[in-house]
């Protein structure tokens, strides 16, 4: 029934069906044309992934709106190929598109349980639907109730998407010139479970390790994913990074990110563990955490892919989160919006809450580790804690730890800062309304705290506290280090500690710069909200 051209595609009604779609099919058309139930193919027979690198899918498949069902992928080889549905789609250019959509996926397993290789590879992807998407759409595609288990191994795994990446080499990529950039759109994630509890049993200094609800990474500045949500999913990771080139990133919605996310949203609650490692309410973090000893590929044939080295910068935008963020042991950051920032964030939110323990480190409302960025119009409500004993307690309404020069702009806090723990003998204790950390040449512009939101004073040890109710730490604007200070003495304008009365006033916010109605919607006896979000719907 219909022989696989876009006007006649070949009709999918069983999981017959889907098996027999073999490598001398993977550029043809495909609808689906009833819901399947896997259970008993899955314990019968065998399913091998559609697609891998070498034989890549290239063809459409529709999944009609209907709902695949009990997918079950165990003992998982990571080294072995991408895992899913699709374990490798590819386009052929941008007018010749791999698309796969208007699917659901449902009550479905992934287990990670091998790790076979001792060298990371980027286009190795996990996932229920597409493990890797090179240059590729995946449209309107949804994981219910997923359980996802990744015992060992630096790994890519999303619900949806493994990994996103571009079509074409490595020169055209950062010149902005390859011939399809992938995208996840109207994608999601709900309920269930995605779980690692395991390290690698290699020490793999460039390899990274990345989880996301949606989608596991996402690569490139011109790949994008859009208006994609994770909605109860619950995701924990316990995973040690060897060093800052070899993190452990998890997120809500992405788990590493050097390209777009834009109009996305987590309501699932992420908690990390384990040193190097960063968690995010929409993004884990970047894939050059660093910007040091980033190893690009060998070559662009090269089977065995290295760490990459970012080919560009990140963007986060008109998104938000609402689910729990949370840290134990030697994690390093974690944020409502993203645990590592070294571009932009935009017209974002947070109003989940974030807390750290144990050696946990950083925690901030917005963003965490923060290096050469930007946050624009962009606020917390939700609550920012931390009841550990660790080296440094360092918490913040927005922005955290500031590594080099970044920007706040317009960025407000309400949520209010606390901690019940206590830095080390040789530790340091910030907490700031808006930003903490070492700044050279950092600036603040038009931000604003409610008052008291910036928490009391850290308890512990003889080392004294530095709250700042604005900022803490090294912010010097011309660039010089100096002591902890509780005000920056340069670099802030305007903005400042407000009463509540402040903060609810629409004549004060007018007066502050939050005037662009574009970007803000100012309501009598309310705080500013951001309208490109609130339009969106998402």
Same mark, same amino acid.
């Given at each position: 029934?219909?022989?696989?051209?876009?006007?006649?595609?070949?009709?999918?009604?069983?999981?017959?069906?889907?098996?027999?779609?073999?490598?001398? *099919?993977?550029?043809? =058309?495909?609808?689906?044309?009833?819901?399947?139930?896997?259970?008993?193919?899955?314990?019968?027979?065998?399913?091998?992934?559609?697609?891998?690198?070498?034989?890549?899918?290239?063809?459409?498949?529709?999944?009609?709106?209907?709902?695949?069902?009990?997918?079950?992928?165990?003992?998982?080889?990571?080294?072995?190929?991408?895992?899913?549905?699709?374990?490798?789609?590819?386009?052929?250019?941008? %007018?010749?598109? %791999? $698309?796969?959509?208007?699917?659901?996926?449902?009550?479905?397993?992934?287990?990670?349980?091998?790790?076979?290789?001792?060298?990371?590879? *980027?286009?190795?992807?996990?996932? *229920?639907?597409?493990?890797?998407?090179?240059?590729?759409? $995946?449209?309107? $595609?949804?994981?219910?109730?997923?359980?996802?288990?990744?015992?060992?191994?630096?790994?890519?795994?999303?619900?949806?998407?493994?990994?996103?990446?571009?079509?074409?080499?490595?020169?055209?990529?950062? %010149?902005?010139?390859?011939?399809?950039?992938?995208?996840? &759109?109207?994608?999601?994630?709900?309920?269930?479970?995605?779980?690692? =509890?395991?390290?690698?049993?290699?020490?793999?200094?460039?390899?990274?390790?990345?989880?996301?609800?949606?989608?596991? !990474?996402?690569?490139?500045?011109?790949?994008?994913?859009?208006?994609?949500?994770?909605?109860?999913?619950?995701?924990?990771?316990?995973?040690?990074?060897?060093?800052?080139?070899?993190?452990? *990133?998890?997120?809500?919605?992405?788990?590493?990110?050097?390209?777009?996310?834009?109009?996305?949203?987590?309501?699932?609650?992420?908690?990390?563990?384990?040193?190097?490692?960063?968690?995010?309410?929409? !993004?884990?973090?970047?894939?050059?955490? &660093?910007?040091?000893?980033?190893?690009?590929?060998?070559?662009?044939?090269?089977?065995?892919?290295?760490?990459?080295?970012?080919?560009?910068?990140?963007? !986060?935008?008109?998104?938000?989160?609402?689910?729990?963020?949370?840290?134990?042991?030697?994690?390093?950051?974690? %944020?409502?919006?993203?645990?590592?920032?070294?571009?932009?964030?935009?017209?974002?939110?947070?109003?989940?809450?974030?807390?750290?323990?144990?050696?946990?480190?950083?925690?901030?409302?917005?963003?965490?580790?923060?290096?050469?960025?930007?946050?624009?119009?962009?606020?917390?409500?939700?609550?920012?804690?931390?009841?550990?004993?660790?080296?440094?307690?360092?918490?913040?309404?927005?922005?955290?730890?500031?590594?080099?020069?970044?920007?706040?702009?317009?960025?407000?806090? !309400?949520?209010?800062?606390?901690?019940?723990?206590?830095?080390?003998?040789?530790?340091?204790?910030?907490?700031?309304?808006? &930003?903490?950390?070492?700044?050279?040449?950092?600036?603040?512009?038009?931000?604003?705290?409610?008052?008291?939101?910036?928490?009391?004073?850290?308890?512990?040890?003889?080392?004294?506290?530095?709250?700042?109710?604005?900022?803490?730490?090294?912010?010097?604007? =011309?660039?010089?280090?100096?002591?902890?200070?509780?005000?920056?003495?340069?670099?802030?304008?305007?903005?400042?500690?407000? &009463?509540?009365? =402040?903060?609810?006033?629409?004549?004060?916010?007018?007066?502050?710069?939050?005037?662009?109605?574009?970007?803000?919607?100012?309501?009598?006896?309310?705080?500013?909200?951001?309208?490109?979000?609130?339009?969106?719907?998402?």
């Amino acid at each position: 029934t219909g022989d696989g051209e876009t006007a006649t595609p070949i009709k999918i009604g069983f999981m017959r069906h889907l098996s027999n779609i073999t490598s001398t *099919l993977y550029d043809k =058309d495909f609808l689906q044309v009833s819901n399947i139930d896997a259970t008993w193919w899955m314990a019968n027979k065998t399913f091998a992934a559609i697609g891998q690198k070498a034989t890549p899918f290239t063809g459409v498949y529709d999944g009609g709106r209907y709902t695949i069902s009990k997918l079950a992928f165990e003992n998982v080889n990571y080294g072995s190929g991408s895992t899913g549905m699709f374990g490798h789609i590819k386009s052929n250019s941008a %007018a010749d598109s %791999a $698309v796969v959509k208007n699917l659901t996926v449902a009550n479905s397993s992934l287990d990670i349980s091998y790790y076979g290789s001792n060298k990371y590879d *980027l286009m190795l992807g996990h996932a *229920l639907v597409v493990g890797t998407s090179e240059g590729g759409r $995946v449209q309107n $595609v949804h994981v219910t109730t997923p359980t996802i288990t990744i015992e060992k191994g630096n790994v890519n795994v999303g619900g949806v998407v493994g990994v996103n990446i571009f079509l074409g080499t490595q020169a055209q990529a950062a %010149a902005g010139t390859a011939p399809a950039y992938a995208t996840v &759109s109207y994608c999601s994630t709900s309920g269930g479970t995605v779980t690692q =509890d395991g390290n690698s049993p290699y020490v793999n200094t460039y390899g990274f390790n990345a989880i996301g609800g949606v989608v596991g !990474v996402n690569w490139n500045t011109k790949c994008l994913v859009e208006y994609s949500k994770n909605t109860g999913t619950t995701m924990s990771m316990n995973h040690n990074g060897t060093s800052a080139q070899a993190s452990s *990133l998890l997120g809500g919605v992405v788990g590493a990110n050097d390209g777009y996310v834009d109009y996305c949203k987590n309501s699932g609650s992420v908690t990390t563990g384990g040193t190097n490692s960063y968690a995010g309410g929409v !993004v884990g973090g970047l894939i050059a955490v &660093s910007g040091t000893a980033n190893q690009a590929f060998t070559t662009d044939a090269d089977a065995n892919h290295q760490y990459p080295k970012s080919l560009t910068t990140s963007y !986060v935008r008109y998104s938000y989160n609402t689910g729990a963020v949370s840290a134990t042991a030697g994690a390093y950051c974690i %944020a409502g919006i993203t645990g590592a920032n070294n571009k932009e964030i935009r017209e974002c939110y947070n109003a989940g809450p974030i807390s750290s323990s144990g050696l946990s480190q950083y925690a901030s409302g917005v963003g965490g580790r923060t290096t050469a960025s930007a946050y624009v119009d962009c606020y917390n409500e939700g609550t920012v804690s931390s009841s550990g004993t660790g080296v440094s307690i360092i918490l913040s309404g927005v922005s955290g730890w500031w590594i080099s020069k970044s920007t706040v702009t317009r960025c407000y806090n !309400v949520g209010q800062l606390s901690s019940t723990g206590t830095g080390g003998e040789t530790g340091v204790k910030l907490m700031a309304a808006i &930003s903490v950390g070492q700044s050279k040449g950092g600036t603040l512009v038009n931000c604003v705290g409610l008052e008291g939101s910036s928490g009391p004073e850290v308890p512990g040890t003889d080392i004294p506290p530095y709250v700042g109710p604005v900022v803490s730490g090294y912010m010097y604007a =011309d660039g010089t280090v100096g002591t902890n200070v509780g005000v920056a003495p340069d670099g802030i304008t305007a903005g400042g500690m407000k &009463s509540n009365d =402040d903060m609810t006033s629409v004549v004060f916010w007018q007066g502050e710069g939050y005037t662009d109605d574009a970007v803000w919607t100012l309501t009598p006896g309310q705080y500013p909200k951001l309208k490109k979000i609130v339009d969106a719907g998402i």
